[in-house]
């Protein structure tokens, strides 16, 4: 409470920022989140809660912080935020050249396939981020989330109420798939390659006789596939993009189970 205190008198008068105190209390909320101890968003018993204060500290970093070289080996990079590291005593494994920043939370057991995760984000243990998938600021990766290659999670600092994208414990994402604007992606689904969720796509259940439409949520255990739906227009009738829940993943599925054998089981061929 008393940093949530500090870091809201700042976010109020940008001429706190001067003050060596008020950047202490800055650099602590960002020490805090690279180890996990706090969090943007947190799993709470009627869904989630977003800490709307953490976000304004990571905003407040940057102002904070000034230009600097880094190495990584044969690498430079110019920035304002080191990179993480200790990757060893975390007992996660990078393969170059995948970058995490610090203030991002990478638990133990992930792996890091050349990819990008952002300040702000979390990947929980076990999970796999696969080859040039970015898990942008603030995003939220649950246990044993495989993120195929070029998976695009979504960052959002600002507005610093809004939601960040959310993929709970055991979903599998396929190749290609883009995650965006605050969607949350219910635990062990399935979302094929190329799925693209936005705060405005239509997702749409097509399992029973009757349509069943969400927004912005993908319901636990749904194995989801590209689709499209006609939308008027003054130039005429098109398709647009939309997800379509083609049926459920089954409680004694393995939750390694590959994006293949989920569809197989749906009767769906890609």
Not at 18 to 41: F, M, P, S, Y
Not at 59 to 65: A, G, H, K, N
Not at 143 to 164: D, M
């Amino acid at each position: 409470m008393e940093l949530r205190d500090h870091i809201e008198k700042a976010w109020e008068d940008r001429g706190r920022l001067k003050d060596e105190a008020t950047q202490k209390h800055i650099l602590r909320v960002i020490e805090l989140l690279d180890k996990g101890q706090l969090r943007v968003a947190e799993p709470v018993s009627d869904g989630w809660r977003v800490n709307d204060w953490v976000k304004k500290a990571v905003i407040l970093y940057f102002p904070i912080t000034g230009m600097e070289t880094m190495k990584a080996g044969p690498l430079e990079f110019h920035d304002k935020i080191p990179l993480k590291r200790g990757y060893d005593k975390r007992g996660v494994r990078v393969v170059p050249p995948a970058v995490a920043r610090f203030g991002s939370f990478v638990s133990k057991g992930v792996i890091l396939m050349p990819s990008y995760v952002n300040i702000g984000a979390y990947v929980d243990e076990g999970t796999m981020v696969d080859t040039w998938a970015t898990v942008g600021s603030c995003a939220q990766v649950g246990k044993n989330v495989h993120l195929s290659g070029g998976v695009g999670l979504g960052g959002v600092l600002e507005p610093v109420q809004a939601a960040p994208v959310i993929i709970e414990d055991n979903a599998f994402i396929g190749s290609r798939c883009i995650i965006v604007e605050g969607v949350r992606v219910g635990r062990e689904a399935v979302l094929g390659a190329n799925v693209v969720l936005t705060s405005s796509t239509r997702i749409v259940d097509v399992t029973s006789s009757s349509p069943k439409e969400y927004r912005q949520f993908v319901p636990e255990r749904s194995v989801v596939i590209p689709g499209t739906v006609p939308r008027d227009f003054p130039a005429g009738s098109y398709q647009v993009p939309c997800a379509l829940i083609i049926g459920k993943r089954k409680e004694s599925t393995d939750k390694k189970t590959t994006l293949n054998d989920a569809l197989r089981e749906n009767q769906v061929s890609v």
